[in-house]
């Protein structure tokens, strides 16, 4: 990675640091009691876990076949690998290792960078719906006898409405991705039109991407595949919060009140930094689960750290092999897909 973002990632380390030193006599936190909870943790819940998490990397090789079949027929199986390192960059390098899996998908497929970006960013529109539309059924259902069910309640109103708006957004691109281009070209273009060219390609990727699926029935799979996936998250998440027996604000949740942890955690990890960017996360989900389900901070954190390790981390040691294996550079390659993806 560029020289300038590790200085970036080495001066926020140095800040979190500092931060923690002058406030640690103000944070009354009992390590014993964390240890305790994480040495009680169910095994058998949390390797049920990371077995979901592995799943939804089968369903994610499924899903980009199915967007390139139209261009090269290529096997699910044959995409797992690019998977796996992919996610491992994201995992040790942030959210700028992102574009990695299009890139070594390109290269494992022989199409153009450019092309599979675009099934990237395809694939992202998807997961906001399939996520978005879980969230909304699951808190649903949320009786109203549950603590904070107001707030349960305007949340799943929002993913339902922000997944009825992408609906709309999907269809309209996909009849009038060119007239839509040009109307944020041109609308855009008056603030800064570097940006409203950036947007203006990204709605004809997302049209093309769409165009990929070449019939309903490739779309429908395709919706299915992708609730099924997020669906299986919601299950890991679960499964890892029932694995703290010794906690029954957690050995007691049910799956709709776990989607408000599933969504803080998501939204924590939008700005994924490099090692930092774990201890960020542990804090959003451990202050998500004291807030919502009034969960003690030793046991909610514990149970952060392991539902990073379950949902995140766990794909690090795989990953690691898979790159030995095909002879990756993990930090090459997430530098080069970086401009790959600045340059196309």
């Known amino acids: 990675m560029k020289k300038r973002d590790g ?3 080495f001066s926020l380390l140095v800040v979190l640091v500092v931060v923690v030193v002058l406030f640690r006599d103000r944070i009354h936190f009992d390590w014993t009691t964390f240890w305790r909870q994480l040495k009680h943790a169910n095994l058998w819940h949390i390797a049920a876990g990371i077995a979901l998490t592995f799943g939804t990397y089968w369903l994610r090789a499924m899903r980009w076949s199915m967007f390139v079949s139209p261009t090269k027929k290529v096997s699910a199986g044959s995409l797992l690998g690019p998977q796996f390192i992919g996610f491992t960059a994201v995992a040790l390098f942030g959210r700028l290792a992102d574009l990695t899996r299009p890139y070594l998908v390109a290269q494992r497929i022989s199409l153009p960078v450019s092309s599979q970006v675009a099934v990237y960013t395809i694939e992202r529109m998807f997961d906001l719906g399939a996520a978005a539309t879980i969230f909304s059924c699951a808190l649903a259902f949320t009786p109203k006898t549950m603590p904070h069910h107001e707030l349960f309640i305007r949340t799943g109103m929002l993913s339902l409405g922000a997944t009825l708006a992408i609906a709309v957004f999907a269809g309209v691109v996909r009849v009038s991705g060119s007239a839509v281009a040009g109307f944020a070209r041109l609308t855009l273009g008056r603030l800064s039109k570097p940006v409203a060219e950036s947007i203006a390609t990204k709605i004809l990727e997302f049209r093309d991407g769409l165009n990929a ?4 029935r490739d779309f429908g799979v395709v919706i299915l595949i992708s609730l099924a996936m997020w669906g299986m998250i919601g299950g890991a998440y679960l499964e890892t ?4 027996v010794d906690s ?16 803080a955690s998501i939204g924590g990890s939008l700005v994924q930094l490099p090692i930092v960017g774990w201890f960020t996360q542990i804090a959003v989900t451990a202050g998500a689960m004291h807030e919502f389900y009034g969960t003690p901070i030793e046991a909610a954190t514990a149970c952060g750290a392991i539902l990073l390790v379950v949902t995140f981390l766990c794909i690090i040691p795989i990953g690691l092999v898979y790159a030995r294996v095909e002879g990756v550079s993990l930090q090459q390659v997430a530098s080069e897909s970086e401009t790959a993806a600045v340059d196309k």
Do not use: D, N
């Open 7 to 9: 200085i970036i990632w």
């Open 213 to 216: 699926l070449s019939s309903w």
């Open 241 to 244: 919060v029932h694995a703290f």
């Open 248 to 263: 029954p604000e957690l050995a007691g949740l049910t799956y709709s009140r776990t989607m408000l942890l599933m969504a």
